[in-house]
């Protein structure tokens, strides 16, 4: 399986991806997930329907796969373990995680990203710690 190329982020300076983490009933089954496009500009809503997550990384040399759309797309121990943690079974859940959301091979977007975290977690839902 190939790994996951990022496609850029519209110029807009409040684009931001989103993770689309989908339900599975079988606990132990493979880690599904989609990443989308999504602006915060829209001040009207107040909070946005998307959860941020707030943990710790973790090892980087120790690696577990999850499925991005159709490719191969490696995350922290820690990070699997709160998706398995996180995924529902019967639905999707929207989520915000910089280490997935943010391609941390793209040092400008990586920049911008960081920047405007305090209004990404601001604007989420909730962020679930």
């Keep these: 399986m190939s790994q996951y190329r990022y496609s850029p982020l519209s ?33 009207s809503r107040g909070t946005h329907l998307y959860e941020a997550l707030s943990y710790v990384w973790g090892d980087p040399e120790k690696m577990l796969p999850v499925r991005m759309h159709t490719h191969s797309f490696n995350v922290t121990v820690n ?19 910089d280490a997935i959301c943010i391609d941390q091979d793209n040092q400008e977007e990586k920049e911008h990203q960081i920047r405007s975290m305090a209004k990404i977690y601001g604007q989420a839902k909730c962020v679930v710690v």
């Excluded at 931001?16 to 915060?40: G, V």
Aim: proline share 4%.
């Design 79 to 97: 990070l699997h373990a709160a998706l398995l943690r996180l995924r529902n079974h019967y639905m999707e859940r929207i989520l915000w995680v």
């Design 11 to 43: 110029s807009g300076h409040d684009s931001i991806r989103l993770l689309r983490l989908m339900p599975h009933d079988d606990e132990s089954a493979d880690i599904q997930c989609e990443l989308f496009e999504y602006s915060l500009q829209n001040p």
